[in-house]
T-cell receptor, first 113, second 115 residues
Framework: GESVGLHLPTLSVQEGDNSIINCAYS??????FIWYKQESGKGPQFIID?????DKRQGQRVTVLLNKTVKHLSLQIAATQPGDSAVYFC????????????FGKGTLLTVNP | DADVTQTPRNRITKTGKRIMLECSQT?????MYWYRQDPGLGLRLIYY???????NKGEISDGYSVSRQAQAKFSLSLESAIPNQTALYFC??????????????FGPGTRLTVL
């Protein structure tokens, strides 16, 4: 069946370090992936996305890597800041043109000053 | 995202009551979604709508109904609330694009407690 999961439920890093959050997916037909950030008391906020025809995409301080061979997605945050502390979700478009997202359960990132 | 608003932000109700959660958006998006979020379970899709005349069930639609009153408004109703519907509810919107590669933008959420 379809599933999107995370390798680590929690991640604690020191301010200034790089963070890597991982995600595994099982639906090889998924063609679009998104990372969301959710701060306490707020709705998920779009961070970065990647299509299945790409392996890597960079944003401001964030990079998403997609490895279709092993169905693995990762989010890299450079020079992690206290404001990066949040729950991070990966999501996959497993519905094709119907665009239905399947979300992972989330990873809590804590940045220590 | 301030372009997607939800009302109320918090609601406490009793078992058996009818509850309506409302979502409005100024993004001009055609597609709207309702999710619930529970600890340890992530976000699960309740209903979605691709335009005013199109309503579709998500993975957990039982006990819920929706109404798409206009392009900008999508309401979620609990006809007879039960305690296991206590959760955070999120509305999301997306534009209709090609290839299914459309980001969903979320509202701030409604915290619903059913006693």
């Amino acid at each position: 069946g379809e599933s999107v999961g995370l390798h680590l439920p929690t991640l604690s890093v020191q301010e200034g370090d790089n963070s890597i959050i991982n995600c595994a997916y099982s639906n090889s037909a998924s063609d679009y992936f998104i990372w969301y950030k959710q701060e306490s008391g707020k709705g998920p906020q779009f961070i970065i996305d990647i299509r299945s025809n790409m392996d890597k995409r960079q944003g401001q301080r964030v990079t998403v890597l997609l490895n279709k061979t092993v169905k693995h997605l990762s989010l890299q945050i450079a020079a992690t800041q206290p404001g990066d502390s949040a729950v991070y979700f990966c999501a996959e478009n497993s519905g094709g043109s119907n665009y239905k997202l399947t979300f992972g359960k989330g990873t809590l990132l804590t940045v220590n000053p | 995202d301030a372009d997607v608003t939800q009302t109320p932000r918090n609601r406490i109700t009793k078992t058996g009551k009818r509850i309506m959660l409302e979502c409005s958006q100024t993004k001009g998006h055609d597609r709207m979604y309702w999710y619930r979020q529970d600890p340890g379970l992530g976000l699960r899709l309740i209903y979605y709508s691709f335009d005013v005349k199109d309503i579709n069930k998500g993975e957990i639609s039982d006990g819920y109904s929706v109404s798409r009153q206009a392009q900008a408004k999508f309401s979620l109703s609990l006809e007879s609330a039960i305690p296991n519907q206590t959760a955070l509810y999120f509305c999301a919107t997306a534009r209709a694009g090609s290839g299914g590669t459309d980001t969903q933008y979320f509202g701030p959420g409604t915290r619903l407690t059913v006693l």
